[in-house]
């Protein structure tokens, strides 16, 4: 069983959960990375919000907080961090993909995933918070959480995303 | 049945489909082809964020450190290069800066008026500067670099001119790492007048108040019972250490509590660690740095004083003046600085439709 599902404790709020949020940084602080650094263009920004979303999830089980879906919790405050970075971002400092020299391709990598990436950073806000969303196993009542648009809309706005990413391939 | 639209060949790779929808894709060759593309780009799209790999080394000792902790920690990248800054923050700092800026006047100008010692105590040190809080007469000008957490673009210059006779008339600037102006507050309690200086993306607002009203306690006043209580906490620790030490510079004191871990408790002050440099020849304080909680806000500031020098009032120059690209707008006196600040900006907003 996860961590992340593990069943609320009955001393909940009285224990120092810091143990418990560092097992839980050990097992999904990459997903969580990963998302922060394909949802924004700011590698510092992306470091920043993951120790923010970890720092909320202590805060979180310090006060007794809801135990029943951590992972989307943890994906939800990280996306709305995401979102905050990039609203402060967009209003002073335009972005160009041909400026942007922050995420240098790895040697090894194959072309084809290499221009994905490419062309995932290429895309806007938006359509690269879903799309990271939803290559991080998310359901849709979990990315329509996370994202903060209705879940009947995730599916038509995912399927647009993924027609932007394969135009910029 | 027709073939499936964009959409629902998407929702057929999302296991979101109709039943319907997806008996089609078993019967229909094309729109069978159409979800094995679109799955194979959704493979590489995943492939593409795993590229990004695990949480590096660096980070990952930064966020444990931080969940020990239980406070946000700054990377090995402190000083790092941002150039944006959206405006709110940049607002707030001029109020953080306006803080800083008295509290350092407290450091540097007010604190250091004790006597040579020939040998003391780090408390006694700490008391003889609580014993001799009292401010001079004449116009300092300080430059100092100054450290604070979770605020982009630093460590920032301050150039500060304070009226000692006077702690309401004074003149701050902050310049970031980038050598340029960041924010300036001018005030002048002979003309009733406050002026602000934003800087957003390379142009000058100038924000004019007339008519304000001097506090019952100046914010150098205030910062001065904040760093009183600093000290007492100081005095307090069970610790604190004085050391003597020889450098370029000369020789100087430096008086530091142990660093000691959030207790959780909700004080209204509360000091995780302090150090002062204090300079053995004059008994000026050089140095200051401390972290802790204030109003259960967690605060971690550091102040290293670069000039200290007394000029003349004649050629104290206090004002600020907008040049002919500054955008001037006048505003009215309120709570503080800060809320005039926002209050100017909504404005102007507001009359200008928002463009």
């Known amino acids: 069983m996860s961590t992340l599902d593990r069943p609320s404790p009955a001393n909940v709020g009285v224990t120092d959960p810091s143990g418990e949020v560092l097992q839980l940084f050990r097992e999904h602080g990459g997903p969580i990375y990963r998302f922060c650094r394909s949802a924004l263009r700011s590698t510092s920004d992306a470091d920043d919000v993951v120790q923010e979303t970890f720092l909320k999830l202590l805060q979180h089980l310090k006060a007794g907080g809801d135990r029943s879906n951590l992972r989307s919790w943890l994906f939800t405050v990280a996306a709305n961090g995401c979102r905050d970075r990039a609203r402060g971002r967009a209003r002073w400092l335009p972005w160009s993909a041909e400026s942007d020299r922050r995420i240098a391709p790895a040697h090894d990598e194959r072309d084809d995933v290499r221009r994905a990436q490419a062309a995932l950073h290429a895309l806007g806000q938006r359509d690269r918070m879903l799309l990271s969303l939803r290559a991080s196993g998310l359901s849709y009542r979990e990315i329509a959480a996370a994202s903060g648009i209705r879940e009947t809309s995730v599916g038509r706005l995912l399927a647009r995303a993924v027609d932007r990413w394969k135009r910029n391939l | ?355």
């Not at chain 2, 000039?307 to 003046?321: C, I, K, P, Y």
């Open chain 2, 1 to 355: 049945m027709t073939c499936l639209t964009d959409l629902e060949v998407h929702a057929v790779v999302d296991d979101q489909a109709s039943e319907a929808n997806r008996e089609h894709v078993m019967t229909c060759a094309p729109c069978q082809r159409r979800v094995d593309e679109r799955r194979h780009h959704m493979r590489n799209l995943t492939a593409a964020i795993d590229l990004l790999g695990e949480v590096p080394a660096e980070l990952n000792d930064r966020v444990q450190h931080a969940i020990a902790s239980g406070r946000a920690v700054r990377g090995s990248t402190v000083l790092r290069h941002t150039t944006s800054s959206s405006f709110w923050p940049r607002a707030g700092w001029i109020s953080a800066a306006a803080t800083a800026a008295v509290v350092a006047v407290v450091v540097f100008v007010v604190l250091p008026r004790f006597g040579a010692p020939t040998r003391l105590s780090a408390s006694q040190v700490l008391e003889r500067s609580l014993q001799t809080l009292a401010t001079g007469t004449g116009v300092e000008s300080l430059d100092y670099e100054l450290t604070i957490d979770g605020v982009a673009g630093g460590p920032f210059r301050i150039k500060h001119l304070i009226d000692r006779s006077n702690p309401n008339h004074y003149r701050v600037a902050s310049y970031g790492a980038d050598g340029l102006l960041r924010s300036a507050i001018s005030q002048d309690p002979a003309r009733q007048q406050r002026i602000q200086v934003i800087q957003v993306d390379g142009r000058n607002y100038f924000v004019k108040v007339a008519g304000i009203r001097e506090p019952v306690l100046s914010l150098p006043q205030m910062a001065q019972a904040l760093v009183e209580s600093i000290i007492r906490m100081m005095q307090a620790t069970a610790d604190p250490t004085l050391t003597l030490q020889d450098t370029p510079h000369g020789r100087e004191y430096i008086v530091e509590t142990p660093t000691v871990a959030s207790h959780g408790a909700a004080a209204t002050l509360d000091l995780y660690h302090a150090r002062t440099v204090i300079s053995a020849e004059d008994f000026r304080i050089h140095e200051f740095e401390g972290s802790g909680t204030l109003l259960r806000q967690p605060f971690s500031v550091s102040f290293k004083l670069l000039e200290q020098t007394v000029v003349g009032a004649a050629e104290a120059n206090f004002s600020l003046e907008p040049g002919p690209d500054d955008v001037a707008i006048e505003g009215t006196p309120g709570e503080g600085p800060f809320e005039e600040l926002l209050t100017a900006i909504v404005r102007e907003a507001g009359r200008t439709g928002g463009r």
